[in-house]
């Protein structure tokens, strides 16, 4: 890939990683990227640096451009590993240069690298570099992800650097939204967009409320927002500022989804009744099993469905393992506003679907209960009483999606 401008003077010069399947327990089949950005100004600046891996491309497209130890400024917005540990190899080309950093940001770094060699403006929001036409502001995000996020804005040219927030993972040839929708699907980028938003910042709806509240009383109303990674939003940034939002107030769709696992297929056959119970009870309805599922598309459903029901086998006298993994995921997302429930079959003796609820009441998720049990095999009499299961929870999650 070549360098790509965003707006006259402002180059996208990271990497695409076509080949990554698994971004810390994250699988993802799209690949991803790592963007970082060098401004052509009086001052040279380089907004954020990239995956240690891709040093050597994001160096290649700034010597496209520039020497460079012509480099002034690097701000780091963020320290994760994806997107700094490049920083090292930087330096080292631009060793005069000034790293910007939030204080936690500097804290973290100095336990990655040898610090002492480089120079450092500690800096908070409403901070301001001015580099000759363009001045950059510093926005403090903290928890958006990590504690030392922070966001860059440039007045002058209506770019907000975004770091991890309106990110996607996604490798494409297409730097922009436009260019993406136009050569893939703008229904693949929304997808993305819910499927980043909810295996990453699914916890901290709420500060990103805030954190858009504060843009709007800060008078930044973005021309283009510059994500670490996937599309550059250049034609619709309001969207996917209007995605956030609904997203981080908890919307679902009235939609129910199944997720089980099964050992003998006890369980799996229970799902088919229930299933036809919330189906005929006019609630669209999918099933998940969790074996044949990557856990990112399971947590994605699940954001997007007000209910969900749980379906595992007792193994040992608790939940299946591959349920108990799931809900152990879920349950460091911190969801809210979703309605649960759980089924299962068992042999000699229960506890998985009592040991799912325990972990529901732990969630703080909206309880439809009881739970539905079956020993052995569904009967006859048992998928009758199934079917049931699934039309009286389809009639309490169309109550409980009424309040929201």
């Not at 631009?94 to 120079?119: M, N, Q």
């Not at 769709?253 to 297929?265: C, G, K, P, Q, S």
């Amino acid at each position: 890939m070549k360098v790509f401008e965003l707006k006259k003077d402002f180059f996208w010069v990271g990497a695409i990683d076509w080949a990554v399947r698994d971004f810390h327990g994250y699988e993802t089949p799209r690949g991803t990227t790592y963007n970082n950005y060098l401004i052509l100004d009086q001052e040279i600046t380089l907004v954020d640096t990239v995956k240690h891996d891709f040093s050597g491309i994001t160096v290649k497209h700034i010597k496209s451009l520039v020497d460079p130890s012509q480099i002034k400024h690097v701000v780091i917005n963020h320290i994760e590993n994806d997107h700094a540990t490049s920083i090292d190899d930087i330096m080292a080309l631009c060793p005069d240069a000034t790293i910007y950093i939030s204080e936690r940001g500097k804290r973290g770094l100095d336990r990655f690298f040898d610090t002492s060699r480089w120079r450092f403006r500690i800096v908070k929001t409403g901070d301001t570099l001015n580099i000759g036409k363009n001045t950059l502001q510093f926005i403090e995000t903290p928890m958006l992800h990590w504690p030392d996020s922070m966001m860059t804005w440039c007045p002058e040219a209506g770019i907000l650097f975004s770091q991890d927030g309106f990110g996607q993972h996604l490798a494409s040839s297409a730097r922009s939204d436009d260019e993406f929708s136009r050569c893939v699907s703008s229904v693949v980028l929304d997808d993305a967009v819910i499927d980043y938003y909810a295996n990453i910042l699914m916890p901290f709806g709420q500060l990103i409320l805030d954190a858009i509240a504060n843009l709007k009383k800060l008078g930044i109303e973005p021309e283009i927002i510059a994500p670490d990674h996937g599309v550059i939003w250049r034609a619709h940034p309001q969207k996917v500022l209007d995605s956030y939002v609904a997203m981080a107030s908890g919307k679902a769709d009235l939609r129910a989804i199944i997720v089980y696992d099964t050992m003998w297929h006890s369980t799996e056959q229970m799902t088919v009744p229930i299933a036809e119970g919330i189906r005929d009870s006019g609630v669209d309805c999918r099933v998940l099993k969790l074996r044949a599922t990557p856990m990112n598309v399971i947590i994605k459903e699940f954001w997007k469905a007000r209910g969900t029901l749980f379906g595992t086998p007792t193994l040992n006298n608790i939940m299946y393992p591959t349920v108990a993994e799931c809900l152990t995921h879920l349950r460091g997302l911190r969801p809210k506003n979703r309605i649960v429930g759980a089924f299962g079959s068992y042999g000699w003796g229960g506890g998985a679907v009592k040991e799912s609820y325990e972990t529901f009441t732990k969630m703080g998720l909206e309880l439809f209960e009881p739970g539905i049990q079956v020993i052995y095999r569904p009967s006859v009499e048992d998928e009758a009483k199934c079917y049931q299961f699934g039309k009286d929870f389809a009639t309490r999650l169309k109550e409980y999606h009424a309040r929201f």
